[in-house]
T-cell receptor, first 118, second 114 residues
Framework: AQTVTQSQPEMSVQEAETVTLSCTYD???????LFWYKQPPSRQMILVIR??????QNATENRFSVNFQKAAKSFSLKISDSQLGDTAMYFC???????????????FGGGTRLMVKP | DAGITQSPRHKVTETGTPVTLRCHQT?????MYWYRQDPGHGLRLIHY???????DKGEVSDGYSVSRSKTEDFLLTLESATSSQTSVYFC?????????????FGSGTRLTVV
């Protein structure tokens, strides 16, 4: 079974600064996907960024980028130019495609609560 | 809109009573999932469905049952609610078995068992 670990339960950052959220995972699979989801106080789960394991190039989405280290099984999220609207819970998630009948099973880390301070 | 709705959004119930949460999708996706969210645990899979009448257990299935009689509806039932089942419950849908796009989530149901 896959496990996902987020070692930082809470973090804070000043507005306009850069912050990095850590995520490690354990798997014996070679083909998989990794995701970061954002959950603002509204409780909605919002996909932030995704990475395919067979792609060496790190994914980027505007101010969000990842540092994917496959050998180290590490998948950190960097938020540049932090904004007040980035305040949320962030979840790292691992997906093994075609996991038996479950389709694409998502396994989540415990989350990191990020506070952006003005 | 994402095409997935959960009802109710909030519910308070008493210990020992049955509770059913509903997930409805308009996307005609094959796969549907129920997760619970608890502090420090992230989201954990309760049950999932890979088609009408096809369901299976997830990581934390004890005390829960599910049913899927139509593609669009996936019901989660707590047969006899306990305080340990106080949580936020999320439904999610996925189109294919190897989707790079992850899941689409509902807005969640906050359930309090008193």
């Amino acid at each position: 079974a896959q496990t996902v670990t987020q070692s930082q339960p809470e973090m804070s950052v000043q507005e306009a600064e850069t912050v990095t959220l850590s995520c490690t995972y354990d798997t014996s699979e070679s083909n998989y996907y990794l995701f970061w989801y954002k959950q603002p106080p509204s409780r909605q789960m919002i996909l932030v960024i995704r990475q395919e394991a067979y792609k060496q190039q790190n994914a980027t989405e505007n101010r969000f980028s990842v540092n994917f280290q496959k050998a180290a099984k590490s998948f950190s999220l960097k938020i540049s130019d932090s904004q007040l609207g980035d305040t949320a819970m962030y979840f790292c998630a691992f997906m093994k495609p075609y996991h038996n009948n479950a389709g694409n099973m998502l396994t989540f880390g415990g989350g990191t609560r990020l506070m952006v301070k003005p | 809109d994402a095409g997935i709705t959960q009802s109710p959004r909030h519910k308070v119930t008493e210990t020992g009573t049955p509770v059913t949460l509903r997930c409805h999708q308009t996307e005609n996706h094959r796969y549907m999932y129920w997760y619970r969210q608890d502090p420090g645990h992230g989201l954990r899979l309760i049950h999932y469905s890979y088609g009408v009448k096809d369901t299976d257990k997830g990581e934390v299935s004890d005390g829960y049952s599910v049913s899927r009689s139509k593609t669009e509806d996936f019901l989660l039932t707590l047969e006899s609610a306990t305080s340990s089942q106080t949580s936020v419950y999320f439904c999610a849908i996925s189109e294919s078995g190897g989707s790079y796009y992850g899941y689409t989530f509902g807005s969640g149901t906050r359930l309090t068992v008193v």
